[in-house]
């Protein structure tokens, strides 16, 4: 191994691979509280923001990726109040805040209270037609399903199955998880995305008890499906984030339309870093901000086993058809922020989120905004379709799940392959086993969606807790 000279001294240059919330948040950390450190951000891309995408045309504000995010997890609001975009956010408009599901063909509410993976309010959930008596029946048998001892993982669909039913699962567990991580339940790591239920599993035997007993504490037992009120996004569109950092960290520490092609370690504990114009530079520590299977290339010539960890966490592909329609070519009320659309109704979407119902100054007045997903892990060969083709899907389904009329006056596709990683059963331990052989190689972090969650929050978070890491040596 080679012998690390700088061991436990601070690194004084510091290359970030990816221009990512991620990478982003890391450079900005690290340009922050050490001013005197170098930081260069390096990106194939033109602008900042990877999966950020934000498009301003004919009065609407387009978003490719993500459209919000949660504010609940720790430090959020924080850092958007620490880097001055506390005005700019925006949540949820109050008027619309519930979410629909397919069943039959049809589009019914999901019911009140009911928490990604469990009902909280009974009445609600028992009055609604979306399970059959005997689904119902089987949810309520919850309480008295006997506590899971194995403190081991398991996947989405076997907790829903041992302790709500197959039914809960079919019908509204796994389109909602599938809206969130476009991915198959049976592989899904329930500790990875839904952890918080094992613990109320743990805790009180139970996870409607445990839901109810904890919701007692918050009174926020009112909206529906996804928590729509704890939602927010930036006024002017979700590039306000990127754009903003780009300004803090400094636009001339930006490296864009230039990818890293390669990285070695120089023999004495640095990085050396190959650009795409050719440029060679040495840092003392690399935070890898690009995603793991990009990683995955650059190390296979410097660790074959950390680039076969990181090329063997999966990924889905996705595709977002943005229609854009006169609110009365509808015959439906658009009186709801979204459906989703569970597998077992055989139809080509997995969801619609109505954008400009959720977030205000997203279309011109009279308008609507609304963006249809197709594809992900259960669904990968609708991808085979050309843009037209998906566009004309998503009008159809529009058209009878909608009752929406006519041509929009805006359509177009995103595609994302291979985006959105896919937390398998097991993915904790198996990060924790890459991070770990990570030592023998010279300061390397890994951070963003592929790791510790799929969240914007969640890779803000992985980008600070990597630069502080660094930055403590
Ligand atoms: C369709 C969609 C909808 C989503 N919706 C939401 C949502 O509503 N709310 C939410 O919280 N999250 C959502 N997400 C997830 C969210 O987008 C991610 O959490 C976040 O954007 C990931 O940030 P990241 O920095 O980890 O990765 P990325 O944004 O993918 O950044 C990686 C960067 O690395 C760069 N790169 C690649 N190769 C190289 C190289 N060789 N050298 C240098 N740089 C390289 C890329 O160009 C890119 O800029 C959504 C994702 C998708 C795809």
Known sequence: MALKDNENQPPRR?????????????????RQRA???EVVVYDPAARVGGKIVTVRRGGYVIEHGPDGFITNKPGTLGFIERIGLKDQLMPTNEAGRQALVVRRGKLVPIPLGFQLLGPSQWWSFLRSPLLSPRGKLRVMCEPFVKARRDAGDESLASFITRRFGRELLDR?????AGGIYTADPAELSMRCTFGRFVELERKHGSVTLGLRRALKKQHAAKASGARYSLFASFRDGMDTLPERLADLIGRECLRLNCAVIAVAPTGDGRWRVTDANGDERVFDALVAACTAPVMGKLLQPVDGSIAQRLAGIPHSSSAVATLCYRVDQFARPLDAFGFVVPAVERRPIIAGSFTSVKYAHRAPAGRVLIRVFLGGALDESMLANDDDGLIDIAQRELAELMGASGEPEVALVTRWASAMPQYTVGHAERVAVLRGALGALPPLELVGIAYDGVGIPDTINSGLAAADRLLRG
């Open 172 to 176: 509204l567990v796994q389109p909602l």
């Open 14 to 30: 510091i290359a970030v691979i990816g221009a990512g919330t991620a990478g982003l948040a890391a450079a900005y950390e690290l």
């Open 35 to 37: 001013p005197g450190v």
